[in-house]
């Protein structure tokens, strides 16, 4: 069980949200403190909802998204059942590099418009930063701030745990939970069918908890 703030950058990371007593000046845009100002609704200029696939047509209308926009589309009404709102915020609101970030708390989440004209960008953040929510369910509700693992780590492909490995060498306390959003954010449906399946209200259902997160949801009374 874990307390975070996944945020996906060019090679995924993690981020800690920081203290904000003063408001946005010229030299703070591309900084964790522009990014939190965001995330917690203080700033809210070139921050736009995202509903489905037409808002990213309208905002991207010289790119293709026939490929993409079935599984957008059921991702985005997993999200608004479950009660997670997506937004599209100019870059100015990430710290250099960071495609987007999932906020446990606020159960919010941003894509950096910078590299959302790609389709399979788009697909990849959405998926990776997706599966942090529903690592979220897993661990209870949506309404705390904690995310549990979904899969046993031996069921992670070799690839995403080198990958994971690689990237979070400074940060290993991230690394069981970010190799399976590596997974994630490659594999078409993982995401959806994990969110499907939190909407349901049957996430402990579809996916056994590890021994664990079990512990932990009978101790905070989420299971019997």
Not at 207 to 212: D, K, M, R
């Amino acid at each position: 069980m874990w307390k975070f703030i996944a945020a996906s950058a060019v090679a995924v990371g993690v981020g800690v949200l920081p203290a904000l007593s003063d408001p946005i000046r010229k030299n703070e845009w591309y900084t964790p403190h522009a990014q939190g100002c965001m995330m917690m609704r203080e700033c809210t200029e070139d921050v736009h909802r995202v509903y489905s696939s037409g808002d990213l047509r309208h905002h991207f209308p010289d790119s293709n998204w026939d490929t993409v926009s079935r599984e957008f589309d059921q991702i985005m009404l997993a999200f608004e059942q479950i009660g997670i709102e997506v937004y599209l915020a100019e870059e100015k609101y990430f710290p250099v590099g960071h495609r987007g970030v999932y906020y446990t708390v606020g159960n919010n989440f941003f894509l950096n418009k910078r590299f959302m004209h790609r389709p399979h960008v788009l697909m990849s953040v959405t998926r990776h930063e997706g599966w942090h929510a529903a690592q979220d369910c897993m661990a209870g509700t949506i309404d705390n701030s904690m995310i549990a693992i979904i899969m046993d780590e031996d069921k992670v492909p070799q690839i995403w745990q080198d990958i994971a490995s690689d990237t979070y060498k400074n940060m290993p306390k991230a690394i069981p939970w970010e190799k399976e959003a590596f997974w994630a954010g490659k594999t078409e449906g993982m995401t959806q069918a994990a969110l499907q399946a939190c909407a349901a209200g049957e996430m402990w259902k579809v996916y056994e908890p590890t021994p664990l997160t079990r512990e932990w949801l009978e101790k905070n009374g989420y299971l019997p």
